[in-house]
């Protein structure tokens, strides 16, 4: 699924195919100032800036969600999946460049990291921190996966 981060700077699009992995995304991204929207244009996370403490938690809640720093270790290479598909592109450019990409057969990463900077126009640079985010939790479920074996 393509969805759209609702945020004050570039538009920004995630691909996963987990709405609640790619709502905490959001959450971790925009620590609850930015939104999330499925492709169809339905609310996945509302913007919580308002919310507060309490409609994290029915959000949460309602996602089967008991415990945020829990659900991200349990979730860590799904959360870095999802963070290193962040492109700075609408949902219908998403479209187009992953089927240029596959048609192609090019390098999706260094596609996507060479679109990003130049489609940008932000000095907010919400991409480059979901691949820096990304890296985090590749490195902790690396490091886990180390110690459950060893």
């Given at each position: 699924m393509?969805?759209?981060?609702?945020?004050?700077?570039?538009?920004?699009t995630?691909?996963?195919?987990?709405?609640?992995?790619?709502?905490?995304?959001?959450?971790?991204?925009?620590?609850?100032?930015?939104?999330?929207?499925?492709?169809?244009?339905?609310?996945?996370?509302?913007?919580?800036l308002?919310?507060g403490?309490?409609?994290?938690?029915?959000?949460?809640?309602?996602?089967?969600?008991?415990?945020?720093?829990?659900?991200?270790?349990?979730?860590?290479?799904?959360i870095?999946?999802?963070l290193?598909?962040?492109?700075?592109?609408?949902?219908?450019?998403?479209?187009?460049?992953?089927?240029?990409?596959?048609?192609?057969?090019?390098?999706?990463?260094?596609?996507?990291?060479?679109?990003?900077?130049?489609?940008?126009?932000?000095?907010?640079?919400?991409c480059?921190?979901?691949?820096?985010?990304?890296?985090?939790?590749?490195?902790?479920?690396?490091?886990?996966?180390?110690?459950?074996?060893?």
């Amino acid at each position: 699924m393509i969805f759209e981060v609702v945020n004050p700077s570039d538009a920004v699009t995630l691909e996963y195919d987990n709405p609640v992995v790619a709502g905490v995304v959001t959450l971790l991204l925009g620590n609850g100032q930015y939104g999330l929207e499925a492709e169809d244009g339905t609310t996945v996370l509302p913007i919580m800036l308002f919310a507060g403490e309490e409609g994290l938690k029915e959000w949460l809640s309602e996602n089967g969600v008991d415990d945020l720093g829990e659900f991200m270790k349990q979730h860590g290479l799904e959360i870095a999946e999802c963070l290193e598909t962040a492109m700075v592109c609408t949902v219908r450019e998403r479209r187009a460049i992953t089927k240029a990409i596959e048609v192609s057969g090019g390098d999706i990463k260094g596609a996507q990291e060479v679109f990003n900077e130049e489609s940008r126009s932000s000095m907010n640079n919400i991409c480059g921190n979901a691949f820096a985010w990304a890296k985090r939790f590749r490195e902790k479920y690396e490091e886990q996966q180390a110690e459950a074996e060893g």
